[in-house]
């Protein structure tokens, strides 16, 4: 019998994983590589968009299937595997963090004048108050979707505005002048690298809405938030892409700012300010989520008091960044960094798909298998050809 589905929460799941990849770091990199890249980054998202796609119904599936935490489906495969994974996830998602909270922080300077430091510590009090809410797993979805649609909203209206070259901009997306192995590493970690792309799957986990009868809603959820990640990045491109096309330079002290204000003015300049703020409150929420359900089940303690560790990361994320600040630099090496996660942590969801032991009588699509691995092998590669540019460079 078919279960029904919650499509409250299938919607939530895939704007939790959709806001926690459209955080401060993955505007601060839509803007340097459009500067870098000019139209060309349009074959860079497009390569990003079928790596990311490919990826998230890999793991989604194979996580709804196992019904189990990807971090104890790792430790079936091999044993500690799982530990390892955790470890990887929990880092780059801490690290994620102090941008993200940088980020909500920079937004409340440039909206009300305070200084950033005051605004992370407003945006973490925030951000711990809907995991302090007794129904939190509704705000969190509630809260994921109201700033998903703002974001998209307000970079829909700046590309308006900055009157972008779609044409050439079409044409780049299947006949580039450029390439950077470096760009597409760090989208495609930027959108589901890390933790994010385990996000929305853990929050379906979470609310109980797996099992191999509800996997056609579960790739619709897979693809909602591809596809929302996408539709702001191709907004945020193409804003970008008219303001660099008449020859202006972005601050390099904050590329994003500078392509609404550009654009638009001061304006233009306090959008951003609602932009960054959404893209940072709701990727802490998303970050702190994920990071902690990758360690949650490894101790009864550890799930007792879930929600005094989650608030304990935002605090200590909070905390680092008031100490050492926020470059844009570690915005993106984060974002490439998680990109060499992806392959290892997918990689290890592949294998998992053909042990019975873990998904039972479950037979994974062979061109998904096909298509995943290909991912694997590709950002593996990527990664080798940035660290080798990275070591030379």
């Known amino acids: 019998m078919k279960k029904k589905y919650n499509w409250s929460v299938l919607l939530g799941a895939a704007f939790l994983m ?10 601060t990199q839509t803007a340097v590589f459009t500067e870098q890249l000019g139209a060309s980054f349009a074959f860079v998202i497009l390569i990003s968009i079928i790596l990311d796609a490919i990826a998230q119904l890999n793991v989604w599936r194979i996580i709804a299937v196992a019904d189990q935490p990807a971090q104890e489906i790792a430790n079936k495969v091999f044993p500690g595997l799982g530990y390892f994974i955790s470890f990887l996830v929990f880092l780059g998602g801490l690290a994620f963090n102090i941008g993200n909270i940088a980020g909500a922080g920079l937004g409340l300077n440039v909206l009300f004048g305070i200084s950033v430091g005051q605004g992370a510590v407003i945006s973490a009090i925030l951000a711990i108050g809907i995991f302090i809410y007794k129904e939190a797993g509704k705000a969190m ?23 972008p070259p779609l044409a050439e901009a079409a044409l780049r997306a299947v006949n580039p002048t450029q390439f950077s192995f470096t760009a597409v590493l760090t989208v495609v970690g930027g959108t589901v690298g890390g933790y994010i792309t385990f996000s929305g799957a853990h929050r379906l986990l979470d609310a109980r809405q797996t099992g191999i009868e509800n996997l056609s809603a579960v790739n619709k959820g897979a693809l909602s938030a591809i596809g929302l990640a996408s539709i702001m990045r191709l907004l945020l491109f193409i804003a970008a892409l008219g303001v660099v096309s008449t020859g202006a330079k972005l601050d390099p002290a904050n590329p994003a700012a500078s392509v609404f204000q550009l654009a638009s003015g001061q304006f233009g300049y306090k959008v951003f ?34 929600k005094a560790i ?11 960044f008031l100490i050492i600040g926020r470059p844009v630099k570690v915005l993106l090496t984060v974002g490439a960094l998680n990109g060499l996660i992806l392959p290892i942590a997918l990689g290890i969801m592949l294998v998992a798909a053909y042990k019975t032991k873990i998904i039972a009588n479950y037979r994974q699509p062979l061109w998904l298998t096909i298509a995943g691995a290909t991912v694997v092998i590709t950002m593996i590669w990527m990664g080798y050809g940035t660290i080798a540019q990275m070591l030379t460079g």
């Open 141 to 163: 979805d509630t809260f994921a979707k109201t700033m998903g649609l703002l974001k998209i909203a307000l970079a829909l209206f700046i590309a308006y505005i900055s009157e």
């Open 18 to 27: 959709a806001s926690s990849a459209i955080g401060p770091g993955f505007l």
């Open 273 to 306: 300010g609602v932009v960054i703020w959404a893209a940072g409150i709701s990727s802490v929420v998303g970050s702190a989520y994920t990071s902690i359900s990758f360690i949650k089940s490894f101790h009864p303690m550890i799930f007792k008091f879930q």
């Open 310 to 320: 989650i608030i304990t990361f935002i605090s200590t994320s909070c905390l680092i």
